[in-house]
């Protein structure tokens, strides 16, 4: 490696030092790289002001940090992330914006009833808040409440607890079920506090609560609408699957449009059977045995009745039989609760495209119509047509991953600078070596001094030589007499004195 530096030229050395510097810049740019730290977030939605506590408790543990969001969020290294959490629960940061019920960990010393009153507002304002911040689609939350005095005498100067709620979703909207759900959970934490006295608003100051619906407990409109929604999807959904395998796929649609009764009703029926059933059986029998006749005596002692064997005729009796049942009726009494969801009517559009034969739409009817469960006379209906669809485009290559694009495009530079620096070293000894081969006479001649009159009387005897085209000798001789010019003025003074 030396000789071949040493007998580079000046132009090869600096392509040479080029061509290195450039290997060990991509080198370190690699390095560099690959050793950066891969941040992840931390903390977001934070106050401004509580910024500097956090970034510093994290530069107390040593552990890096980068601001995102504007200073509201927080990034740490992803390898730092549990010690940062650390780090954060034991200077209790970040604090909430809001305060609860921490307020009366620092009570004041005789504190009257009113700062006490004003204190748990505050403590129950921030609790509700902190809950309604948990909801899906909720950011924050800030809650503001109207709690009558406890201490009013007279019934008709009393007022109602009421409550205002204002959300940041973050520019989602929210289900009008989540919004009822805020409302009741408002209203079940407050004394006092009833669902129509809870107002809702988002950032925008549109109402959310209470709505035109909001009166009727059910939302039936809502919930129709709602209900009708899922189960237009459900089963177009299943009829489009069954299109789809029976003509292939991007060649039918089916849109489903239905009417349901989401009223929920209870319904009585009360049956009588055709037997009766017997509750109570009474019965009185009466028995009477004597002896009979009409003769005797008259006066009082023959109207006297006797119970004696004797007298004229024979022997009588008499039997007497009382009797009653009470009926029962036996009857079944039924109450059935009846679930919402009952199919008033049901309409299915079908498209198809006109490559189908039209052979197969009956039969696609039929099926259809037995899948969706159609009744006629209920009124259901269903509708075929044949469409031109248009072409579905071709799918796009899958391209490479743009995450590994970076990597790729760095080795692969490093790895054609090498390849130059390979094939330029090639290419400068092949050179070197060809101009050893052909080392000039004059050039060994150099080493020893030769005296002047030997040169002009072999000049003399020589015939005169016609002119060299250039070689790499001679190009070499240029070289050495711009690169030693020393050593040759000291032959051209030995050639002089020996003159």
Do not use: C
């Amino acid at each position: 490696m030396r000789d071949l530096i040493q007998n580079t030229s000046t132009k090869g050395k600096l392509i040479l030092a080029g061509s290195a510097l450039g290997v060990v810049l991509v080198a370190v740019l690699i390095l560099k790289l690959a050793s950066a730290p891969s941040y992840t977030t931390l903390v977001s939605g934070i106050d401004p002001a509580q910024t500097s506590k956090i970034t510093a408790a994290l530069d107390e543990k040593g552990v890096k940090w980068q601001l995102e969001n504007n200073g509201t969020a927080i990034a740490v290294d992803k390898s730092q992330t549990a010690q940062a959490r650390v780090a954060l629960a034991e200077q209790g940061l970040p604090q909430q914006g809001t305060a609860g019920w921490e307020l009366f960990d620092k009570q004041k010393l005789g504190a009257s009833n009113l700062q006490q009153q004003v204190t748990y507002q505050r403590a129950l304002e921030g609790e509700l808040a902190r809950t309604i911040e948990q909801v899906q689609g909720v950011s924050s939350a800030q809650v503001n409440l109207v709690l009558p005095p406890e201490d009013n005498l007279f019934q008709d100067q009393s007022s109602t607890a009421k409550a205002s709620v204002l959300l940041s979703t973050g520019g989602a909207g929210l289900e009008p079920g989540a919004v009822r759900g805020i409302a009741q959970l408002v209203a079940s934490s407050v004394k006092g506090l009833k669902l129509d006295n809870v107002s809702i608003t988002d950032a925008s100051g549109q109402l959310l609560w209470p709505n035109g619906n909001s009166g009727d407990p059910g939302s039936s409109a809502t919930l129709k609408q709602a209900a009708e929604s899922r189960y237009d999807s459900q089963l177009g959904a299943s009829l489009n699957t069954l299109l789809a395998q029976t003509i292939g796929p991007g060649k039918g649609e089916v849109q489903v449009r239905s009417d349901l009764n989401v009223d929920q009703t209870t319904r009585e029926s009360l049956t009588y059977s055709k037997k009766g059933v017997p509750l109570k059986t009474h019965k009185e029998t009466e028995t009477l045995r004597g002896a009979g006749g009409g003769g005797g005596v008259a006066g009082t002692g023959s109207n006297i009745p006797t119970y004696s064997t004797g007298g004229a005729g024979g022997n009588s009796s008499y039997k007497h039989t009382v009797g009653d049942t009470q009926w029962g009726v036996d009857k079944t009494v039924e109450r059935t609760k009846v679930a919402p969801g009952a199919v008033n009517k049901l309409h299915v559009a079908v498209l198809v495209d006109k490559t189908v034969p039209p052979a197969e739409l009956q039969q696609l009817k039929t099926v259809l119509s037995s899948a969706a469960g159609l009744d006629p006379k209920r009124g259901d209906t269903i509708a075929i047509s044949q469409v031109a669809f248009a072409k579905q485009p071709a799918p796009a290559k899958p391209g490479v991953v743009t995450s590994i694009l970076g990597p790729l495009k760095y080795v692969g530079l490093g790895v054609a600078l090498l390849a130059f620096l390979f094939f330029m070293a090639r290419h400068l000894k092949r050179r070197e070596s060809e101009a050893l081969t052909g080392e000039p006479v004059w050039l060994r001649e150099l080493e020893q001094p030769t005296p002047i009159s030997q040169l002009e009387g072999g000049m003399r005897r020589m015939p005169e030589a016609p002119p060299m085209p250039d070689s790499p000798g001679r190009e070499q001789m240029e070289q050495i007499l711009a690169q030693e010019p020393e050593r040759v003025a000291q032959q051209v003074r030995a050639w002089m004195n020996e003159e």
